[in-house]
């Protein structure tokens, strides 16, 4: 099933995201936790690419074994900044072989070797390039990209973020997936300067609960996200308990996502880090809001 038809149906929903082993030893253990989240019945699973391509061997392995075994819906991470058009153009032969209808297109993370002032030697650029190239293919792909409500670290304003969004939506982007956030009314505002630029695609708020204090300087890292002084103070007082703060980074996340739903947003997709139980927790705590009663 394509994602759009799932986020176009006026149901609130949630998803999930996944990702492979950093390394091929590690298959195994992780196999396990996706299965788990996999037997939650999401809306829809996305798996992600390892940067420079190192893990993608088993995207597509892990998509299609969702999919086939559970019947979960699922999208594939395709990154392109560390290939050539060949290569790509291998890997959206395997998507389409493999029946996967849906696909996020991300430039993907910069190797430690590549620089931002070497892009034009590179075959793509932008994830707007790998877009274009899944859109002028012959697979029919729903095809995603991602959002940062705040602004993309590697963007000076937002209004030159803003205008690169409608680029790839004007390329054939169907819904955008955002970043982390933590305050709520950063998406509500970023929502609102997309509409008034045009891009009327669906936006997916991306969330990731924060259950052990360790993480959120690592998530600050990744995203740049602005961290509200009620969530400082959370980290402050239950950071040094695991058990506590596990439970109170589900509620903060639980509490954004019912904010979310009871202010018009319909689809909302979690970063799980591959925790079943992270995962179950929150999809128990609104499975009324979802429809979930009596599963």
């Known amino acids: 099933m394509k994602i759009i038809k799932i986020l176009n149906n006026n149901r609130c929903s949630l998803s999930f995201e996944v990702f492979p082993p950093k390394v091929s030893t590690s298959f195994e253990q992780v196999k396990p936790a996706i299965e788990k989240i996999a037997k939650l019945k999401p809306s829809f699973m996305s798996v992600t ?3 420079g391509g190192g893990t993608s061997q088993y995207t597509l392995d892990i998509a299609q074994d969702i999919r086939n075994r559970y019947g979960v819906p699922t999208m594939a991470h395709l990154t392109c900044v560390s290939s050539t058009r060949e290569t ?6 395997d998507l389409k072989k493999a029946g996967i209808q849906n696909v996020m297109a991300l430039r993907g993370d910069l190797t430690p070797e590549m620089k931002l002032s070497d892009a034009k030697h590179w075959d793509y650029s932008h994830a707007v390039d790998l877009i274009r190239e899944l859109k002028e293919s012959d697979a029919d792909f729903c095809i995603g990209c991602a959002c940062y409500p705040e602004v993309h670290p590697e963007s000076p304003h937002q209004t030159d973020d803003i205008r690169y969004l409608k680029e790839k939506v004007d390329a054939g982007c169907d819904f955008m997936t955002t970043q982390m956030f933590f305050d709520n009314n950063l998406l509500y505002n970023f929502l609102y300067k997309i509409r008034e630029a045009g891009i009327t695609v669906p936006v997916i708020p991306g969330i990731m609960p924060i259950t052990k204090a360790v993480q959120l300087e690592r998530a600050i890292q990744l995203s740049g996200s602005f961290i509200p002084q009620r969530f400082k103070a959370l980290v402050d007082r239950f950071g040094g308990d695991d ?5 109170a980074g589900i509620a903060y ?3 954004q996502i019912i904010d979310l739903y009871a202010n018009g947003v319909q ?3 979690l970063y799980t880090m591959n925790n079943p139980e992270i995962a179950r927790a929150i999809q128990n705590n609104i499975s009324s809001i979802l429809g979930n009663t009596g599963k």
Do not use: F, L, P, S
């Open 49 to 51: 690419y390892g940067a």
């Open 88 to 93: 790509v153009a291998e890997k959206i032969r």
């Open 243 to 247: 058990m506590a703060m596990a439970q």
């Open 253 to 255: 996340a639980t509490d």
């Open 267 to 269: 689809n909302v997709h």
